[in-house]
Nanobody, 119 residues
Framework: QVQLVESGGGLVQPGGSLRLSCAAS????????MGWYRQVPGKQRELVAA???????NYADSVKGRFTISRDNAKNTVYLQMNSLKPEDTAVYYC?????????????WGQGTQVTVSS
């Protein structure tokens, strides 16, 4: 069974930084896509940053220049480095991965981690 576990959320002051991590575990053959999304109450979940297996990345306009998505293939982990945080970045952040095992393909979500930006 494949699962994702997120960590790294918390409370930070405006202008501060946080790094989110999302680790995949199980019998993984490859991870072909990774992404971070966020959601606030009453709104749809939105894409924050994404990376495909070739290394290409895509960012929401609102986070370009402040957030960076990266991966550690050896650890099956994706990171989201968030700098210059703003109150409007407050949300629950979810990681998402496209994973291939020897028998199946999975599109999985992490459990979500709260990020609160407030003074």
């Amino acid at each position: 069974q494949v699962q994702l576990v997120e960590s790294g959320g918390g409370l930070v002051q405006p202008g501060g930084s946080l790094r989110l991590s999302c680790a995949a575990s199980g019998s993984i053959f490859s991870i072909y896509a990774m992404g971070w999304y966020r959601q606030v109450p009453g709104k749809q979940r939105e894409l924050v940053a994404a990376m495909v297996s070739g290394g290409s990345t895509n960012y929401a306009d609102s986070v370009k220049g402040r957030f960076t998505i990266s991966r550690d293939n050896a650890k099956n982990t994706v990171y989201l480095q968030m700098n210059s945080l703003k109150p409007e970045d407050t949300a629950v952040y979810y990681c998402n991965m496209g994973i291939t095992t020897m028998t199946s393909d999975y599109h999985l979500w992490g459990q979500g981690t709260q990020v609160t930006v407030s003074s």
